[in-house]
Antibody
């Protein structure tokens, strides 16, 4: 059974770097077709995709935040880490990780974590 | 401004049928699979439809998904109070090389 869980700080100061970890089970990121994605949702707003990493270590980032994001994986610990630099209060959101499949075409998120709420405030 | 366009809200009475639309382009819905999610307050999105029209185990068959060209729809028949929530469509966009979401539709069951 596939599960994902996000972890990281609940409060970040402006200009600091946010580091979030997605710990998953039920699949391996060294297996073909497996990908993990990060999505966020500001309070009262829509879902916003941030980044994706695949089994072959190929990485994709949303254009608007490309310069601030880094996604990486550790297949030995079944973890994916997202770092976001220069945090601002507008980055306050719930951050989700999710599994995505690429079976010839990249699909949507088929399993979601419970989310990690991050507040950016001094 | 979301890449996929959804109506912001819909309201219907119990027992009715509702259709939520999702409009995109050739680079996303036109070429790739559409997923639909339901999100209840304070919870993570739940997959209702994957690969355009497939239901995961546990999702009732009164929910259905369809796709035609660059648009997709989610239909819910026999509307119930527990169907209230926010609904999102999503698809990979080949031009943006990213996953794109609709702005969400808030469904109210009167």
């Amino acid at each position: 059974q596939v599960t994902l869980r996000e972890s990281g700080p609940a409060l970040v100061r402006p200009t600091e770097t946010l580091t979030l970890t997605c710990t998953f089970s039920g699949f391996s990121l060294s297996t073909s077709a497996m990908c993990v994605s990060w999505i966020r949702q500001p309070p009262g707003k829509a879902l916003e995709w941030l980044a994706l990493i695949d089994w072959d270590d190929k990485k994709y980032y949303t254009t608007s935040l490309r310069t601030r994001l880094i996604i990486s994986k550790d297949t030995s610990t079944n973890q994916v880490v997202l770092t976001m630099t220069n945090m601002d209060p507008v980055d306050t959101a719930t951050y989700y990780c999710g599994r995505v499949l690429n079976r010839g075409t990249i699909e949507g998120v088929d399993y979601w974590g419970q989310g990690a709420r991050v507040t950016v405030s001094s | 401004q979301s890449v996929l366009t959804q109506p912001p809200s819909a309201s219907h009475t119990p027992g009715q049928r509702v259709t939520i639309s999702c409009s995109g382009s050739n680079s996303n819905i036109g070429r790739n699979y559409v997923f639909w999610y339901q999100q209840l307050p304070g919870t993570a999105p739940k997959v209702l439809i994957y690969k355009n029209n497939q239901r995961p185990p546990g999702v009732p068959d009164r929910l259905s998904g369809s796709k035609s060209g660059t648009s997709a729809s989610l239909a819910i028949s026999g509307l119930r109070s527990e169907d209230e929530g926010d609904y999102y469509c999503a698809a990979w966009d080949d031009s943006l090389s990213g996953l794109v979401f609709g702005g969400g539709t808030k469904l109210t069951v009167l």
